[in-house]
Antibody, heavy 115, light 109 residues
């Protein structure tokens, strides 16, 4: 399973580090993604990281403000977010990649950006 | 950039068939995946590689992909099928490889 953590209330311009703990799988074998969902909106892909961190991609909406990383030894995935904006308010999900699709999702962690 | 277009909503009576479309330029040349998201829950994969069903998904769910439209079909719709459905493709030639459609809300009347 995948369990996200690290969400919470943060002021505009602040920073937050999200984590995703994986269990019951060989974490180092799989690419991973972060996806977010703003209130009442659809799914928005944010970033992808390959199994060995050799490939990392970002959506334009977060490029330069977010850094995705992973610790395969600890089966952990991270998303470091900075310069947060009100429009970054969303539920953030991590998901496991099986090739071009995502077969396992966490339950999400809520990030609220507000003063 | 590549765009996936879904109808915002589909309404269907119980026991009938729901058809959810996902439009994209020559989408038939890509692999399309589908996710179900019930209210307040995380997305769940319901179809991959156009028409393959995960083992836990009922046979009532099927998929197809050709030309400019991919389709998710739900036969004998049940109340529990009421959810948002998202299509997704992987654009391997892009540095934005993951793309979701805008989602379709399926309402069971």
């Amino acid at each position: 399973q995948l369990v996200e953590s690290g969400g919470g209330l943060v002021q505009p311009g602040g920073s937050l580090r999200l984590s995703c703990a994986a269990s019951g799988m060989k974490f180092s074998d799989y690419g991973m993604i972060w996806v977010r969902q703003a209130p009442g909106k659809g799914l928005e892909w944010l970033s992808y990281i390959g199994s060995r961190s050799s490939s990392i991609y970002y959506a334009d909406s977060v490029r330069g403000r977010c850094t995705m990383s992973r610790d395969n030894a600890q089966s952990l995935l991270f998303l470091q977010m900075s310069s947060l904006r009100v429009e970054d308010t969303a539920i953030y999900y991590c998901a496991k990649s099986l090739g071009s699709y995502f077969d396992l999702w966490g339950r999400g962690t809520l990030v609220t950006v507000s003063s | 950039s590549y765009v996936l277009t879904q109808p915002p909503s589909v309404s269907v009576a119980p026991g009938k068939t729901a058809t959810i479309t996902c439009g994209g330029e020559n989408i038939g040349s890509k692999s399309v995946h589908w996710y179900q998201q019930r209210p307040g829950q995380a997305p769940v994969l319901v179809m991959y590689y156009d028409s393959d069903r995960p083992s836990q998904i009922p046979e009532r769910f099927s998929g197809s992909n050709s030309g400019n439209t991919a389709t998710l079909i739900i036969n004998r719709v049940e109340a529990g099928d009421e959810a948002d459905y998202y299509c997704q493709v992987w654009d391997g030639g892009s540095d934005h490889p993951v793309l979701f459609g805008g989602g379709t809300m399926v309402t069971v009347l």
